[in-house]
């Protein structure tokens, strides 16, 4: 279960998958890149607004298997992939066995 300590609303750069990284314009972060935060609904398109949990803890789609406690990155359409390079967008704080699993993790602003 999340624990959202701020939540706020971005206007959606493009259309947006619930539970992904997103970037501080609203739009899907590039690999490796800073977001702002994970997207709580989906957004169906450009100019859609979307509520965006930014600090806290937060549910996010794994894109493969992720251990408990990994630094965690994102990948070029918002899910989180354990960290090999670029930003530390959060810490896994429960495990996913596969990709498109939901997965808990420590926001961490950057």
Excluded at 9 to 28: C, E, H, I, K, Q
Excluded at 93 to 105: D, H, M, P, R
Aim: overall charge negative; charged content about 10%; hydrophobic content about 55%.
């Amino acid at each position: 279960m999340y624990h959202a300590v701020l939540t706020n609303t971005l206007v959606a750069a493009a259309a947006l998958s619930a539970n992904r990284f997103v970037t501080v314009t609203g739009a899907v972060p590039s690999a490796n890149g800073n977001v702002i935060g994970v997207t709580r609904a989906p957004a169906g398109a450009s100019g859609d607004l979307v509520p965006v949990d930014m600090l806290g803890i937060a549910e996010v789609e794994a894109s493969a298997a992720i251990s408990v406690g990994a630094a965690i990155a994102t990948t070029n359409d918002g899910r989180a992939v354990t960290h090999s390079s670029g930003a530390v967008v959060a810490r896994a704080l429960t495990a996913a066995g596969a990709a498109g699993q939901l997965i808990e993790v420590q926001l961490i602003p950057n």
